[in-house]
């Protein structure tokens, strides 16, 4: 069965700290991806990544950054958390398929409600 | 500019009769459609998809339709159970540009199933 897990469920953070989420797929997917959702906003993409120390930039991508040193794990880093922040955070993975060319399905972890004070 | 759209944010139905949730996009590049369901405090799960080859595909109670000269598709729940009430995503897929195998995500759509 297809899993996605996040390292928490819920976090609380003061502006101006370092924060990590942590993600994990065990499907052995090429494709990993950070979002955010936030009402009224809809799933909006912060970084992606094709391979292992690949990545790209999302629609946005400022005040993040992202680390994939391994193909099962995908980490999102905010430098300098600030309240704008707040947010649910969805990790998602999908495979490429037989063509290079990575599916359409995604899968997505429980999320991360993190909450920046 | 937003490409793919859900113009409604709320849907209120009545158990046991059909829900419709609408969704347009804007590029005709799109070649593959998905809709996510999401509850409260969990990740959205992939529920229904359709390529562009076809207009119709259906799985149980679940339909979707796409009208590609209209640039919109719906999906249909036949029939709406309480257990239906959650937020649901439309996405769409379209090789293009530096895009490949990224969604593009509608803003949801919040369903009410009332029994």
């Known amino acids: 069965d297809v899993k996605v897990t996040q390292s928490s469920r819920y976090l609380v953070k003061r502006t101006g700290e370092k924060v990590f989420l942590e993600c994990v797929q065990d499907?052995?997917?090429?494709?990993m991806f950070w979002y955010r959702q936030d009402p009224g906003l809809g799933l909006r993409l912060i970084y992606f990544?094709?391979?292992?120390?690949?990545?790209e930039k999302g629609d946005i991508p400022e005040g993040y950054s992202v680390s994939r040193e391994k193909k099962e794990r995908f980490s999102l880093i905010l430098e300098s958390a600030s309240t704008n922040q707040t947010s649910m955070y969805l990790c998602?993975?999908?495979?490429?398929?037989?063509?290079?060319?990575?599916?359409?399905?995604?899968?997505f972890g429980p999320g991360t409600r993190l909450t920046v004070l | 500019d937003q490409q793919v759209k859900q113009n409604s944010p709320s849907l209120s139905v009545q158990e046991g009769r059909i829900s419709i949730l609408n969704c347009d996009y804007t590029?005709?590049?799109?070649?593959?459609f998905l809709w996510y369901k999401k509850y409260p405090a969990e990740g959205p799960t992939f529920l229904i998809s359709i390529s562009s080859i076809k207009d119709k595909n259906e799985d149980g109670r679940f339909t979707v339709f796409l009208n590609k000269s209209a640039k919109h598709l719906s999906l249909h729940i036949v029939p709406s159970q309480p257990g239906d009430s959650a937020v649901y995503f439309c996405?769409?897929?379209?090789?293009?540009?530096?895009?490949?195998?990224?969604?593009?995500f509608g803003k949801g759509t919040k369903l009410s199933v009332k029994p």
């Open positions: 590029n005709s590049m799109f070649d593959y």
């Open positions: 998602a993975s999908s495979s490429s398929g037989t063509s290079g060319r990575p599916t359409d399905t995604q899968y």
């Open positions: 996405a769409a897929h379209g090789t293009y540009g530096g895009s490949q195998g990224n969604l593009i």
């Open positions: 990544s094709y391979d292992v120390k690949m990545k």
């Open positions: 499907m052995d997917h090429e494709n």
